[in-house]
């Protein structure tokens, strides 16, 4: 059984974190970001949306916005596979998902906490320690 980033011990010790520091702030902006976008900065926005309350779609949407971004890397690794280990296009374009945010990926996501942690808000409160009150404090800072 794969937990990855909500699941596993790191990824929920890098969410904890996350939020942390998000509830320390005082003023201003925050600019979070990892290699790609997708996974660990992918979900952390994912999760953050949802407790700001946006829909499942634009959640979805929002996390799909990281692929025009990624496409010149993906271009350019595909480019490196081919002519550093000699694969053909269509071998090198078999890594086209470690390039992309696909809409599964946040779904596994999701079908983890709802399986392994018997949903979403029980999650927030026994594994990132986001009680009702400091998801309320999130929306007071990051919502209009």
Known sequence: ???GIV???EGIRGLRRFFEILLQQSAGSVLWHCTQGKDRTGVAAAVLE???GCDARTVEQDYLQTNPCLKTEEEDTEDWLEKTLHLNSHAAGKFSFLFE???QFLQAAWDCIDREF??????LQNQLGLTEDRQNQLRAMYTC
């Open 1 to 3: 059984m794969r937990l």
């Open 7 to 9: 699941g596993a011990p």
């Open 101 to 103: 945010a696909r809409p």
């Open 118 to 123: 018997g949903g979403f808000d029980s999650w």
């Open 50 to 52: 949802r407790i700001l």
